[in-house]
C-alpha cells in the first residue's frame, strides 16, 4: 500500500538519464499486480480513464521546450531536450497511474484514508475526502433522478437558450447538498461531536507490511542511488 | 436515574419571528413509548431537536433527569439518542463499524469497550453481517436499522426516532418493528404512520401549531377520527386500530428481552 506511494516517488524523481530506474519501477509493480492476482484486463481498463488526458497534455512539450539538437518537421521544430521529456512524462504518469490503479485495485477507500491517516496527512484533508467518498454517491443518485425527471417531461437541450433549465438543476443540487450539509451536522452534534474526529483504528501496520515497504523502497532507492552514482 | 422528558412552556421562535413551538407542555414517564404526531410543518421535528440541545428555545426542558442548557449538554446527548428521519444524512463514515464507533469514541470509551458498544449495538438490529460496509451499499431499510445502531451503542436512556418509517417497503417497515419492539427504552416516536404508532405505542400525542392538542391513550386517539381530521391525520382506508394488536414490551416476558444495556 505504501510501498506503491515509494514506487511512485522515485519514478518521479528520477531524471531522464536514469531511464532504468523506471523499468525496476515497472517490474515491481508488475510483481505486485501479479502477487495480488490482479488481470491486467482491469489494469488497463482503469488506467485507460486517466492516461489519455495525461499523455494529450505530454504530446505538446516537445515543440515548445528549447535545448540540445532541434530538428525541423515541416513547419514545426522539435528538440532533443523536448523528447526526452515526453519520454520522460509518459513514463513517469504511465508509472504513476498504473500504481494508482494498483493501490485502487488492492485496497478499499477507507483503508486509503486510513492509511494516509497514519502518514500523517492532516485531518482535515483525510476527513474532506472521506466526506466526499460518503456522499459522492448520494449526489450521482441524486443527479441521476434529477436527469430522469428532466428527460421523462421530454428536456432534449437543441438550442443554446435551453441549457437554463440545467443550471437550475444544478442550483437546485448545491441547494440540497448544502441543506444535507446542514442536517448531517446536527446528527454528528447529536452523537457528541466536540469538533474533533474521533478515531477508530489506526490501521494495524503490521510486521508483514513492514517488509513489504522495506523490500520494495529500500530495492528501488538502492537501485537509484547506485544508477545515479555511475553517471 | 429517570429517563423522562418533562417540558414546560416551551417556546421556540423561527428567526423571522414565527413561533414554531407556542407553549408545549408534555410529560413523559420513565418507560412509555410515546407517538408524537401531528401534520407538516407542526412543530414535531423542531421539538425533538430541542431534546438533544440542537435547539433551544424559551421555557424549561429537562430530559433524562438533567435540565437542557449548555453546561449539561454533552451529558444530555448521550443521554438522549436521535435518530434523523433521513438515514443519509444519519450515516456519515466511510463504513457502518466507523459510524456506529462514533457516538461511543465521542463519549471518550476505550477501544474495547467501543468496540463491545458496536457489536452489541448492531446486533439489536440484526444488521452484524453489514459491519464492514459503506452505508450506499445498504438498502433504506438497512440504512435505517444502522442509523438506529449508531445511537443505541451511546446506550442512550431516551430513544427519540423522527419518521422511523418513512420510505419503507412493508417488508423493510415490519422488520424494523421487530427491532424496535426488542428495544427496552423509554420511546418517542414522531410519525405520520398512525398504523405504526399505533403497533408500537400506547400513548400518543398530537402537535399542532406548536402546541399539544391531543393526549392520550393511543387507541382512543386513533379511533376519534373528528380530531385526526382536524389536524390534518388520516388512517388508511380499511384501517380499524381496535384491531390492531399491540406489540408486545420487551419487560412483559412474552419474548427474551432485549440485552442492550442496563436501564436504570
Given at each position: 500500500m505504501l510501498g506503491l506511494l515509494a514506487v511512485t516517488l522515485v519514478a518521479i524523481t528520477?531524471?531522464?538519464?536514469?531511464?532504468?530506474v523506471w523499468v525496476g519501477c515497472a517490474t515491481v509493480m508488475a510483481i505486485i499486480a501479479a502477487g495480488a492476482r490482479i488481470p491486467a484486463r482491469t489494469i488497463w481498463r482503469r488506467a485507460r480513464v486517466i492516461l489519455p488526458l495525461v499523455l494529450f497534455v505530454a504530446v505538446f512539450i516537445p515543440f515548445f521546450r528549447k535545448g540540445g539538437e532541434e530538428w525541423s518537421v515541416g513547419p514545426v521544430t522539435v528538440s532533443e531536450e523536448g523528447l526526452q521529456t515526453l519520454l520522460a512524462i509518459c513514463a513517469k504518469a504511465t508509472i504513476g497511474t498504473v500504481s494508482a490503479v494498483i493501490l485502487g485495485a488492492t485496497t478499499t477507500f477507507p483503508d486509503v484514508l486510513r492509511a494516509l491517516d497514519a502518514l500523517r496527512v492532516p485531518r482535515l484533508f483525510t476527513l474532506i475526502a472521506a466526506f466526499m467518498y460518503r456522499y459522492l454517491f448520494v449526489i450521482v443518485d441524486e443527479v441521476q433522478r434529477m436527469r430522469a425527471a428532466l428527460a421523462s417531461r421530454?428536456?432534449?437541450?437543441?438550442?443554446?437558450?435551453?441549457?437554463g433549465a440545467f443550471g437550475r438543476v444544478v442550483s437546485a443540487l448545491f441547494l440540497r447538498s448544502y441543506g444535507r450539509g446542514e442536517r448531517v451536522y446536527l446528527a454528528m452534534l447529536a452523537r457528541g461531536f466536540g469538533g474533533v474526529m474521533p478515531q477508530l483504528?489506526?490501521?494495524?501496520?503490521?510486521r508483514a507490511d513492514g517488509l513489504f515497504v522495506a523490500l520494495v523502497a529500500s530495492s528501488l532507492v538502492a537501485f537509484r542511488v547506485a544508477l545515479g552514482a555511475a553517471t | 436515574m429517570s429517563c423522562a422528558i418533562h417540558a414546560r412552556g416551551l417556546v421556540y421562535l423561527y428567526p423571522?419571528?414565527?413561533?414554531?413551538?407556542?407553549g408545549v407542555d408534555l410529560h413523559i414517564a420513565h418507560g412509555e413509548r410515546v407517538a408524537l404526531l401531528g401534520p407538516n410543518g407542526a412543530g414535531k421535528t423542531t421539538f425533538v431537536l430541542h431534546l438533544n440541545g440542537l435547539l433551544t428555545g424559551q421555557g424549561s426542558l429537562e430530559v433524562a433527569g438533567l435540565e437542557v442548557v449548555k453546561e449539561n449538554m454533552r451529558e444530555v446527548r448521550a443521554r438522549v439518542g436521535l435518530v434523523f428521519q433521513d438515514p443519509d444524512d444519519q450515516l456519515f463514515m466511510p463504513t457502518v463499524r466507523e459510524d456506529v464507533a462514533f457516538g461511543p469514541l465521542n463519549m471518550g470509551l476505550d477501544r474495547a469497550e467501543v468496540d463491545a458498544r458496536v457489536d452489541e449495538a448492531l446486533r439489536a438490529v440484526r444488521?452484524?453481517?453489514?459491519?464492514?460496509?459503506?452505508?450506499?451499499?445498504?438498502s433504506m431499510g438497512e440504512r435505517r436499522r444502522v442509523a438506529i445502531a449508531t445511537v443505541l451503542a451511546m446506550r442512550p436512556k431516551l430513544l427519540v426516532l423522527d419518521?422511523?418509517?418513512?420510505?419503507?417497503d412493508p417488508r423493510a417497515r415490519r422488520e424494523l418493528l421487530d427491532v424496535l419492539e426488542r428495544i427496552d427504552r423509554t420511546m418517542l416516536v414522531v410519525t405520520h404512520d398512525l398504523p405504526f404508532a399505533s403497533e408500537l405505542c400506547e400513548r400518543a400525542v398530537i402537535i399542532s401549531a406548536g402546541t399539544i392538542v391531543a393526549d392520550a391513550r393511543c387507541d382512543e386517539i386513533l379511533s376519534d377520527a373528528a380530531l385526526l381530521g382536524e389536524h390534518d391525520l388520516e388512517l388508511p382506508a380499511?384501517?380499524?386500530?381496535?384491531r390492531v394488536e399491540r406489540r408486545p414490551r420487551?419487560?412483559?416476558?412474552r419474548r427474551p428481552r432485549a440485552t442492550l444495556g442496563s436501564l436504570s
Open positions: 528520477t531524471p531522464f538519464p536514469l531511464w532504468p421530454g428536456y432534449r437541450p437543441r438550442r443554446a437558450w435551453q441549457v483504528d489506526t490501521l494495524a501496520f503490521r | 423571522n419571528g414565527h413561533a414554531a413551538l407556542a444488521m452484524t453481517a453489514a459491519i464492514d460496509r459503506a452505508p450506499y451499499q445498504l419518521e422511523p418509517s418513512a420510505n419503507l380499511g384501517f380499524d386500530p381496535a420487551p419487560f412483559d416476558d
